[in-house]
């Protein structure tokens, strides 16, 4: 079983900046992909970016040119920081990875922490 363990979240005004991070840890296989979901209230999860072991990035739209993932492969960690926060970008962030056997591939997902942006 592999655990995530996320920290980071707070409150920041609108423009500021916060840094996210999640650590897996337990019994690793390989993580692949490593990713952050929001989901804010009333509205579905939503892929926030991913990160793929090689170091390939996707990003949804509106985030793009203010998020940035990174990934630590040695500390099984995942980054997310924040740059230029809007208010929209309030939701309770979750960390996901993707451990890969051989033949399966397990899904985990880390507790969430709490993004509130207002001024």
């Known amino acids: 079983q592999v655990q995530l363990v996320e920290s980071g979240g707070g409150l920041v005004q609108p423009g500021g900046s916060l840094r996210l991070s999640c650590a897996a840890s337990?019994?690793?296989?390989?993580?692949?992909?490593m990713g952050w979901y929001r989901q804010a209230p009333g509205k579905e999860r939503e892929l926030v970016a991913r990160i793929t072991r090689a170091g390939n990035t996707d990003y949804v739209d509106s985030v793009k040119g203010r998020f940035t993932i990174s990934r630590d492969n040695a500390k099984n960690t995942v980054y997310l920081q924040m740059n230029t926060l809007k208010p929209e970008d309030a939701a309770v962030y979750y960390c996901?990875?993707?451990?890969?056997?051989?033949?399966?591939?397990?899904?985990?997902w880390g507790q969430g922490t709490q993004v509130t942006v207002s001024s």
């Open positions: 996901h990875m993707i451990d890969s056997s051989e033949l399966y591939n397990f899904n985990y």
């Open positions: 337990g019994s690793i296989f390989s993580i692949s992909t």
